[in-house]
């Protein structure tokens, strides 16, 4: 009996130690990941929505808000400079969330039409509202 009792609080003693090794090695991996994200400010830009280019605040000419559909929109951005193409940019989301005009977004539209590209940003029915027929429908 005192040789299970051994093997158990040695294997208690174990455990213990490797729990103590994993927290230690995971507050590592957060404490590194915290340092990298808010000292590398290519890595900071792009994890909180923002580009990492230098871009004018409203490098377009102007700004065209469409229903194309009823309570769906489009919003076409006109660049200042001579136009070089069309980009349509269907935000992200799965069809369950985002919207056109979220910041991360805008950072993209700005960039496109900052390098002379017209942009469509369109706006599109979620999954969970509609079904799938719906959003077929849209297409």
């Keep these: 009996m005192d040789r299970k009792k051994k093997l158990l609080n040695r294997a208690k003693v174990w455990l213990k130690l490797v729990l103590i090794f994993f927290s230690l090695l995971f507050s590592f991996s957060v404490f590194l990941i915290v340092v990298l994200i808010f000292n590398v400010p290519y890595i900071r830009k ?14 377009w000419s102007g700004i065209k808000t469409i229903e194309y559909i009823e309570g769906l929109y489009i919003d076409i951005f006109y660049p200042r400079s001579r136009k070089r193409g069309t980009v349509l940019f269907a935000h992200g989301g799965g069809w369950i ?14 960039f496109l039409v900052s390098k002379g590209f017209v942009v ?14 719906k959003l077929i429908e849209e297409l």
């Design 46 to 59: 792009a994890i909180f929505g923002k580009l990492p280019f230098k871009v004018d605040k409203k490098p």
């Design 97 to 110: 969330s985002g919207y056109r005009r979220q910041p991360n977004n805008l950072s993209w539209y700005k």
């Design 120 to 133: 469509a940003a369109v706006d599109y029915s979620r999954g969970y509202k509609g079904g799938i027929e």
